[in-house]
């Protein structure tokens, strides 16, 4: 398994990054910053609110001096998750995407994070892209194994919009129309 901290680059100009067959080591990502990589990999939930800031925020930087890099457009997509800043981390994968369409993490992320948020058709589409992009038996293993845990998933009904039925759907019409009347009626209620 390769090393997160690695990205394939050539560089092309002071800001700019280019996909090459060569491993180039991240230098400007400072000793401190890889550690709290390695505990966010380890597991997320041991980092403190100031560590997931400060990581968050290290990362921007890195993601600003260096726009055209995926690898590192993910790993902050990751921290923003870790944050709980969704839509951001949405941004930032897509990016890495677009970036890199070829790109096995960048695929398998996405796909976790649409995953998360329960929309199951980006989920795996993306999750499917990461299986074909697969180069070695450990990234098939993880994309497969996102791939049943969305089956899963969709299987057991857990699907953000999906309505198994017409009285389901007709029950959350009748709830939004009732809040919407009592919204009306609130500020009638305050005279």
């Known amino acids: 398994m390769s090393d997160p901290f690695v990205v ?6 002071p800001n700019d990054l280019a996909v090459s067959s060569q491993p ?10 890889q550690a709290l990589l390695r ?10 609110k100031d560590e997931k800031e400060f990581l968050v925020a290290q990362l921007g930087d890195f993601v600003e001096q260096y726009p055209k890099v995926s690898e590192l457009r993910v790993l902050y997509g990751m921290a923003l998750c870790v944050n709980l800043e969704v839509q951001d981390a949405m941004e930032e994968l897509g990016e890495a995407v677009s970036l890199s369409p070829d790109s096995f993490i960048a695929h398998l992320k996405m796909g976790e994070l649409w995953m998360r948020l329960r929309v199951m058709q980006k989920a795996e589409n993306h999750t499917q892209r990461a299986t074909q992009l697969a180069q070695n038996m450990a990234q098939s293993d993880l994309a497969r194994r996102q791939a049943a845990t969305i089956r899963t998933m969709r299987r057991e ?3 953000r919009g999906g309505y198994a039925s017409k009285w389901m759907l007709l029950s959350r019409l009748k ?3 009732t809040r919407n009347r009592s919204e009306e009626l609130a500020p009638l209620e305050a005279r």
């Open 39 to 48: 505990r966010m990999f380890a597991d997320p939930r041991v980092l403190e």
């Open 8 to 13: 394939r680059a050539q560089e092309t100009g």
């Open 157 to 159: 009904g857990i699907e």
């Open 24 to 33: 180039l080591a991240l230098p400007f990502v400072p000793v401190e910053t």
């Open 175 to 177: 709830r939004l129309w």
